[in-house]
């Protein structure tokens, strides 16, 4: 693979100390490379903008990705893979590097449902992105990124086990859609893909920016958003080395300031910068899509580890209204040995026993569609306080998910299930779901993962209610904008690179508009 014209300071200045200060001059700075900054980044060049993105973690490629999970975890991760909410009861997984996120996810590709769209405009004050007026960036961003259904030739036997069980239960499933060409079904999706197959920012959108004159500079880390008279001027940084020792200052001049870093990323910029938040919502409204597994012990091999990791989903247990009893999606979720040792119950002899049927287990998650508002806020290390306090709510509808994950395993043909909790509950008939107490279905008491942080510099018309406007502009700094997965007012109960991506793409004529008036 060619590798993308991107500028790393630091591997320039490797081994060095503070050397020099780096000053550009640009209509427009982009911080971050993941789904929404990498298209903001490319539709601003591509209007004959220059545009200077910063990404603080590395430029890597599919060369580098060795499918070793010791090795790729630090590389493509925050804090390493061990990310996580304050009580350390949720593990939040979150990309690093350019392409951020894209590079690890496992490509399902799902708009954004229009029943979600449909609420934030009636309950949350967004004009300007009804399914209607939404459909024009979910087409052209699918055929960017190459979107198609996954074919059944291509489904594992995880996913198989998901889809026999939903059918034997009468309940609604369907093949996923994914971003990939050429894939190997080789399994290590989240490790990122050594068969260059994922038709993502690092291998599409960043390359079509740097081709239409955008400057990437990966290693470099936003420190704050500089402001001057109410209005965004541009971005201090710092580049550092492959050993992440700084390097360099870079102060970008810009006329306008698209972030695009995460729902963790740019409300933590946001919160550094000392912005203007007279209704105090930078980082508030936080969604996660919490999530947690059931293993299904079969007879035959599964061989869950290899294939596609996820080509099928069930819907029956979801559903989009506020409040809904049926906030659950469910989907296969498998991993590699590390990662299953490391979260499989028990210890020595009972532990190697279940280790030794890893290729019988056939793993479901069921993913919380999340009411719980959490946040952001900056500790006293600078380094990101992610709070979240799940709602009884919300703890009722994931063990809900639970059960109905180990009723599809059963249905399937599973002949032991496994809630991976403190203590380990086990099952071998389908009829003791039925008197399950699931009150230990808790934080702290089950392993819970999240890999879609939302919501925290919310869109909206009403600045008491929300950060930026629905054009994607910060109501109280000018020339300030959003363009990430922190734009959402609620979940969407889904994966959501698509709908990062054509939110960026949507927003993207109005940076571009600003930047032309104040020329």
């Not at 060619?2 to 790393?8: I, Q, S």
């Not at 020595?348 to 287990?361: E, I, K, L, Q």
């Not at 904008?481 to 734009?487: N, T």
Request: hydrophobic share 40%; glycine share 10%.
């Amino acid at each position: 693979m060619t590798r993308p014209a991107a500028t790393a300071l630091g591997s320039m200045t490797k081994g060095r100390d503070l050397v020099r200060d780096v000053t550009l001059d640009v209509d427009a700075v982009v911080v971050g490379t993941g789904a929404g900054g990498s298209i903001a980044a490319r539709e601003l060049a591509r209007a004959g903008l220059s545009v200077v993105a910063l990404e603080e973690g590395g430029h890597h490629t599919s060369l580098e990705f060795n499918q070793r999970e010791e090795q790729m975890l630090p590389m493509l991760f925050q804090e390493g893979g061990g990310r996580s909410t304050s009580d350390l009861a949720i593990r939040i997984l979150q990309g690093r590097g350019v392409g951020g996120s894209t590079v690890h996810n496992t490509n399902l590709c799902k708009r954004t449902p229009d029943q979600i769209l449909e609420l934030w405009s009636a309950r949350y004050g967004v004009t300007g992105a009804s399914p209607k007026e939404m459909l024009a960036s979910f087409e052209a961003i699918e055929r960017d990124l190459s979107v198609t259904e996954i074919p059944a030739s291509m489904r594992n036997a995880n996913n198989d086990a998901l889809r026999r069980g939903i059918e034997t239960l009468g309940w609604r499933g369907a093949p996923m859609k994914h971003n990939r060409v050429g894939c190997m079904q080789s399994g290590f999706c989240e490790l990122g893909c050594a068969y260059n197959a994922k038709e993502n920012a690092l291998k599409i959108v960043i390359p079509q920016a740097v081709g239409s004159g955008a400057q990437v500079y990966a290693d470099t880390r936003a420190l704050r958003i500089l402001v001057e008279g109410g209005r965004a001027v541009g971005v201090q940084a710092v580049a550092s080395d492959a050993d992440g020792r700084p390097v360099a200052m870079v102060n970008v001049r810009a006329r306008a300031v698209v972030l695009g870093a995460s729902a963790v990323g740019s409300a933590m910029l946001a919160l550094a910068s000392g912005l203007d938040d007279p209704h105090a919502q930078i980082g508030k409204g936080l969604r996660i899509h919490p999530g947690a597994v059931v293993a299904g012990r079969f007879d035959e091999p599964i061989l869950a580890h290899k294939g596609i990791p996820q080509s099928y989903e069930c819907t029956e247990h979801l559903s989009f209204e506020e409040g809904s009893d049926r906030r659950i999606w469910i989907i296969p979720a498998f991993a590699h040995p590390i990662g299953t040792a490391s979260s499989f119950p028990g210890f020595g002899a009972p532990h190697m026993r279940a280790m030794r049927d890893y290729t019988r287990y056939s793993v479901l998650t069921a993913m919380l569609h999340d009411e719980t508002s959490g946040e952001v806020s900056a500790g006293s290390d600078g380094r990101p306080v992610i709070r979240y306090d799940m709602t009884e709510a919300d703890r009722s509808q994931l063990a809900k998910g639970l059960v109905a994950c180990a009723r599809i395993l059963f249905a399937a043909g599973a002949k032991e299930v496994t809630i991976p909790a403190i203590p380990p509950v086990r099952l071998t008939r389908a009829r003791d779901l039925d008197s399950l107490d699931t009150r230990f279905v808790r934080p702290h008491s089950i392993p819970m993962t999240a890999v879609h942080p939302m919501g925290t510099m919310r869109m909206g018309d009403d600045p008491r209610t929300s950060v930026v406007s629905s054009q994607g502009a910060h109501h109280s700094v000018k020339g300030l904008f959003v363009a990430d997965g922190s734009l959402f007012p609620t979940s969407l109960g889904g994966p959501p690179q698509i709908s990062i991506y054509a939110f960026a793409l949507h927003l993207a004529p109005h940076v571009i508009d600003y930047v032309r008036r104040s020329l």
